[in-house]
C-alpha cells in the first residue's frame, strides 16, 4: 500500500501509532474545506500531512528537508501500513 492510497480512518490510525511509538509530534489537525492537516514535527523540523478527500494523503514539507530526509519519512511511514 502506498501512503497516497490510505482512507481517513487509516491516516488517523497511522498518526495515533506515530505518536504514540514517539516516530514524530502531531501539534494539531486542521479541519478545511478542501483537506484535513495533521501539523507535524520530527527532528526538529515541521511538516504537514494533508489528507484530501479527491487527491489522497500528501507530505508537505514546512521547514526545509533534504530529499533524503523526505525520502527517509515516506519510507518510515509507509513502514507503518498494512501490507
Known amino acids: 500500500m502506498k501512503l497516497e492510497e490510505l482512507t481517513y480512518e487509516q491516516l488517523?490510525?497511522?498518526v495515533d501509532a506515530a505518536t504514540s511509538q514517539h516516530i514524530?509530534?502531531?501539534?494539531?489537525?486542521?479541519?478545511?474545506?478542501?483537506?484535513?492537516?495533521?501539523?507535524?514535527?520530527r527532528r526538529g523540523k515541521r511538516?504537514?500531512?494533508?489528507?484530501?478527500?479527491?487527491?489522497?494523503l500528501s507530505l508537505e514539507p514546512v521547514d526545509r528537508h533534504t530529499a533524503d530526509?523526505?525520502?527517509?519519512?515516506?519510507?518510515?511511514?509507509?513502514?507503518?501500513?498494512?501490507?
Open 12 to 14: 488517523r490510525s497511522l
Open 24 to 41: 514524530f509530534e502531531v501539534f494539531d489537525e486542521v479541519f478545511l474545506a478542501e483537506a484535513n492537516v495533521f501539523i507535524c514535527k
Open 69 to 83: 530526509e523526505l525520502t527517509e519519512l515516506t519510507a518510515v511511514l509507509t513502514g507503518m501500513l498494512p501490507p
Open 47 to 56: 511538516f504537514n500531512l494533508k489528507y484530501d478527500i479527491d487527491y489522497g
